[in-house]
C-alpha cells in the first residue's frame, strides 16, 4: 500500500503498535481483518486531514524586535504549540535600535517581522523597503505599511490610569505620584523596556491634564519615593507606569506613617496580585501577551497566504484588575 505517511504517524493515529503497522503495509500474516481496516482507515484519516489543512507543515522564520526580549520569550514559546502546524522559528532582536534590528532582518532570510517601536519617519521608510509582512505589536504605526496591528496601546493603557486615579480622588486634593524616573520620561533614546513607560506616562499626563488641570504630578524614581514623601506630604495617589517596585514604595509609605487613596500600577505578577488582596493597591492594568504574539504570528501567516482569511489588527484592551477578579493561575 503506497502512502506518503510515516509507520508511526499512522500507528499513532490508529491506536496501534508501529510493528503491528508494519505487518499489515507489508501484507505479511498474522493480523486480524478489523486491525488490517483500522490501518486502511487511520491513513483515509491522514489523507483528510491533510486536505483540510490550508496549511503545509513547514518552517516559517520569523523576526520579532522587541523592547522585553526575556518576556516576549517566554510568552511566544508557551504559545508555538498552538500554531501547528505551522512550525514558527522566532528570532528576537532588541528594539533599543529598532532601525539597526530591521536592516539585519532585510539580510536575512526571514518572512516576516513583529515589531515593537515608536514611530519615525525612518522607521516607516525601513518598512516599506522590507518585502515581507510587518505586524506592529503595542504601538502602531498607520503610516507605515504594516499589514496588521496587535496588541495594546500603552498610550491609551496610561490615559486609563489617570482616569482611574482621577475617578478615585473626585473633587479632593492632592499630588499624584508618579514612579518614573526622569530619565523614563525625557531620554532621548530610552532603553527598550523604558520606551514603554515614556509611552504610558505620556497618555497619563494628557488624560490627567484633560480631567484635572490643576492637579500637580510629582516624578521621582521607585528609589526616591522616601525621599519624596518626606518633602511633599500632599501625596494622595500613586501611580507606577514601569511595574518596578509596588512592594517598596508600599513600604516607604508605612514607614513615614503615610496613607494614600488610590495606587494604580501595570502589569500584574505574584506580588502586585497579593498587594490588591490586602488592600494596597487599587487596581492592575494588564494585558496578556500571549495572546498578543499568536495573533500576530497568526497575521503573519496569512499575509504569507498560508492561512485562510483576510489579514485583520487586533487591538487589544487593557484589563482592569481590582481585588475582586484577579484571575486565577
Request: glycine content about 6%; aromatic content about 4%.
Amino acid at each position: 500500500m503506497k502512502h506518503p505517511y510515516r509507520i508511526r504517524e499512522i500507528a499513532a493515529q490508529a491506536g496501534l503498535s508501529q510493528a503491528t503497522v508494519d505487518r499489515v503495509l507489508h501484507g505479511r500474516g498474522g493480523v486480524r481483518e478489523s486491525t488490517v481496516r483500522e490501518v486502511h482507515q487511520a491513513i483515509a484519516a491522514l489523507d483528510r486531514r491533510q486536505e483540510e489543512s490550508p496549511l503545509p507543515s513547514r518552517v516559517f522564520p520569523v523576526d520579532l524586535v522587541v523592547r522585553d526580549r526575556v518576556r516576549a520569550e517566554a510568552a511566544l514559546r508557551a504559545e508555538l504549540a498552538g500554531l501547528r502546524p505551522a512550525v514558527i522559528r522566532p528570532r528576537f532582536h532588541s528594539a533599543a535600535d529598532p532601525l539597526a534590528a530591521m536592516t539585519k532582518v532585510a539580510r536575512s532570510r526571514s518572512q516576516g517581522l513583529i515589531l515593537q517601536a515608536a514611530e519615525t519617519p525612518e522607521l516607516v521608510e525601513a518598512i516599506g523597503r522590507l518585502e515581507i509582512p510587518v505586524v506592529t505589536l503595542g504601538t502602531d504605526l498607520p503610516a507605515s505599511k504594516r499589514v496588521a496591528h496587535v496588541g495594546l496601546d500603552e498610550r491609551e493603557a496610561g490615559a486609563t490610569a489617570a482616569y482611574l486615579i482621577e475617578q478615585w480622588l473626585a473633587d479632593r486634593a492632592g499630588v499624584v505620584l508618579v514612579l518614573a524616573g526622569e530619565q523614563n520620561v525625557k531620554a532621548a533614546s530610552p532603553a527598550p523596556d523604558e520606551a514603554t513607560t515614556q509611552e504610558r506616562v505620556a497618555g497619563f499626563r494628557a488624560e490627567l491634564t484633560s480631567r484635572a488641570p490643576n492637579r500637580r504630578v510629582l516624578v521621582a524614581a521607585p528609589s526616591k519615593a522616601r525621599e519624596e514623601l518626606a518633602v511633599t506630604p500632599s501625596v494622595r495617589a500613586i501611580y507606577d507606569p514601569g511595574g518596578r517596585d509596588a512592594s517598596g514604595v508600599v513600604a516607604a509609605f508605612a514607614a513615614a506613617r503615610r496613607n494614600y487613596d488610590v495606587f494604580v500600577a501595570h502589569d500584574l505578577d505574584d506580588d502586585k496580585a497579593e498587594l490588591l488582596r490586602v488592600g494596597r493597591l487599587s487596581a492592575v492594568l494588564h494585558h496578556d501577551l500571549r495572546a498578543d504574539l499568536r495573533l500576530a504570528c497568526l497575521a503573519v501567516l496569512q499575509a504569507l497566504g498560508a492561512l485562510p482569511g483576510p489579514v485583520r489588527s487586533a487591538p487589544a484592551g487593557v484589563q482592569v484588575i481590582t481585588p475582586l477578579n484577579i484571575p486565577m493561575k
